[in-house]
């Protein structure tokens, strides 16, 4: 019926961001820049070189991102990004490039739930990684 | 395979979030409460309801959150929301307005200029949506 997609805003460094996600998960970036847009007319030329809209898929992720800030962009942690894989290796291999530049928080271990760890990369957003069996409970 | 999921944290009110979004978007909803973990022998009753994980689950759409905060507590951010693309205008429509009750409309549902129907809410829990519906999807 409807489909979920993280939705993230990076204040002007969204093409960094979003290049950096496309070189862990792979798949086609599309990016269309402000100066691009149908909206062209109506933003200051300064703003033509910002992202308006970009889109990366890579298989079942998807994940979007714009530099069309909010009014105060604040970097909250009420929202995660959870990445559920069904091997450890792709857990490792993941936690350890979106931690690059970026922050630990809970390191990758095995709980008695399953695999566990959650890091804040380097552009503020914040990941949680899990095991298959944890996605439904 | 690899999935990427919205994760919400709550302070203490996930349950009744996550039925606020079970009748928005449908779905069948499921709860792990500390109660139910290996660690609760030792807790507190009132520390036993809090939810360590809940998932709206239904088909392409998987919707997970918490009432677990860590130490350094709960932020609210404006930088990342959950973008829902609709296959019904219909669909969209209702979601959109169950959505909006007691929300924010950040951006009312209208035909932006690709004629996309899209509208984006900040819902009574603060979460931020953005929800749209293309026919050509």
Redesign the interface.
Same mark, same amino acid.
Request: net charge negative; proline share 6%; glycine share 6%.
């Given at each position: 019926? @409807?489909?979920? $997609? *993280?939705?993230?805003?990076?204040?002007g460094r969204c093409v960094e961001a979003m290049n950096f996600y496309k070189g862990i998960f792979g798949g086609d970036l599309e990016v269309m820049l402000s100066g691009d847009?149908?909206?062209k007319g109506q933003m200051p030329a300064e703003m033509h070189h910002q992202v308006m809209h970009s889109h990366l898929k890579s298989?079942?992720?998807?994940?979007?991102g714009s530099d069309m @800030?909010?009014v $105060? *962009?604040?970097?909250?942690?009420?929202?995660?990004?959870?990445?559920?894989?069904?091997s450890e290796e792709?857990l490792k291999n993941?936690f350890g490039k979106l931690s690059e530049g970026g922050k630990v928080?809970?390191p990758l271990t095995n709980a008695?739930?399953g695999w566990f760890g959650s890091l804040e990369d380097k552009f503020?957003?914040?990941w949680?990684f899990q095991g298959e069996a944890?996605?439904?409970? | 395979?690899?999935?990427?999921?919205?994760?919400?944290?709550?302070n203490g009110n996930c349950r009744e979030a996550m039925k606020f979004y079970q009748k928005c978007?449908?779905g069948k909803l499921?709860f792990?409460t500390a109660g139910e973990?290996?660690a609760s022998e030792k807790m507190p009753a009132e520390m036993k309801k809090i939810i360590v994980?809940a998932?709206l689950?239904?088909?392409?759409?998987?919707?997970?959150a918490s009432d677990m905060v860590?130490d350094?507590g709960?932020?609210?951010?404006?930088?990342?929301?959950?973008?829902?693309?609709?296959?019904?205008e219909r669909?969209f429509r209702s979601?959109y307005k169950k959505l909006s009750y007691d929300a924010q409309q950040t951006y009312p549902a209208q035909h932006n200029?690709?004629g996309i129907l899209f509208g984006a809410v900040t819902d009574r829990y603060?979460?931020q949506w953005?929800l749209h519906f293309s026919n050509d999807q």
């Open positions: 019926m @409807a489909k979920l $997609n *993280p939705y993230l805003n990076f204040y847009s149908p909206a298989g079942a992720i998807e994940i979007m @800030a909010p $105060n *962009p604040t970097e909250g942690n009420t929202v995660y990004l959870a990445l559920i894989c069904d792709e993941y928080e809970q008695f739930f503020g957003k914040h949680m944890s996605d439904r409970l | 395979m690899k999935k990427l999921n919205p994760y919400f944290t709550f978007f449908g499921y792990q973990s290996p994980h998932s689950i239904s088909e392409n759409f998987v919707l997970m860590d350094q709960l932020v609210k951010g404006n930088a990342v929301s959950v973008s829902v693309s609709f296959s019904s669909t979601c200029f690709y603060g979460n953005l």
